[in-house]
């Protein structure tokens, strides 16, 4: 009964939309209707400035770190629990079930998720994502190799196979929410860091 519990919270807390939420208490705006439409912390940088970017990102980590922590303390018999709640919520986020199953690209979510599993392989991960945002001012292309560089890692520090699973699942998951920043890149579209462009993407694809 914890296990489902946990499981059921965990898609809930993902799901919380917190890139609108903040925006519309601290900006009065819906971040939806501004720049790329997407509910995380690039877009939130973009429209509404570096507070409400900063705390977005920040509960965006959290939802993701609270719920392995959770599963990790409340049912510790279960190896698995902790990645499967973290991926619930990484989904959540993704697909929200108060935005009609539309969201955000799960990655500040998971960075959040893969802290609880094992802070090395985030630490590394978060360090190459901020090498490579300023070499190429490119966010889209460090969060893809960032995400790239978890499962490389959960198999160098030899970590249980259900965390290997899910690095390769959800690093999947994170680079292909990103198709659309993937077509920008090849077309010379995709904006860089600190851009205040409109992006004209598809509005069925929200989020960061």
Not at 119 to 140: D, K, N, Q
Request: glycine share 10%.
């Amino acid at each position: 009964m914890k296990a489902l519990v946990i499981l059921v919270a965990s898609y809930i807390l993902g799901s919380v939309p917190f890139g609108l939420i903040i925006c519309k208490l601290w900006k009065g705006i819906d971040i939806r209707t501004c720049g790329s439409g997407n509910i995380g912390a690039t877009n939130v940088m973009r429209s509404a400035g570096k507070g409400p970017a900063i705390v977005v990102f920040l509960a965006d980590v959290l939802k993701g770190l609270v719920v392995v922590l959770a599963a990790k303390h409340f049912v510790p018999i279960l190896d698995w629990l902790p990645v499967i709640a973290g991926m619930l919520a990484i989904v959540g986020h993704s697909a929200s079930v108060f935005l009609r199953f539309s969201g955000g690209k799960g990655v500040a979510t998971s960075l959040g998720v893969v802290i609880g599993l094992d802070w090395r392989v985030a630490a590394i991960g978060f360090g190459l994502w901020v090498v490579t945002v300023v070499a190429t001012r490119y966010v889209s292309v460090a969060s893809i190799l960032a995400s790239a560089s978890v499962p490389v890692f959960m198999f160098v520090f030899q970590q249980h196979i259900s965390y290997k699973l899910f690095a390769l699942l959800a690093a999947s998951f994170v680079i292909v929410r990103h198709h659309s920043n993937i077509k920008r890149l090849t077309q010379g579209k995709e904006p860089k860091w600190g851009d205040k462009v409109r992006i004209l993407e598809d509005r069925n694809d929200k989020g960061r």
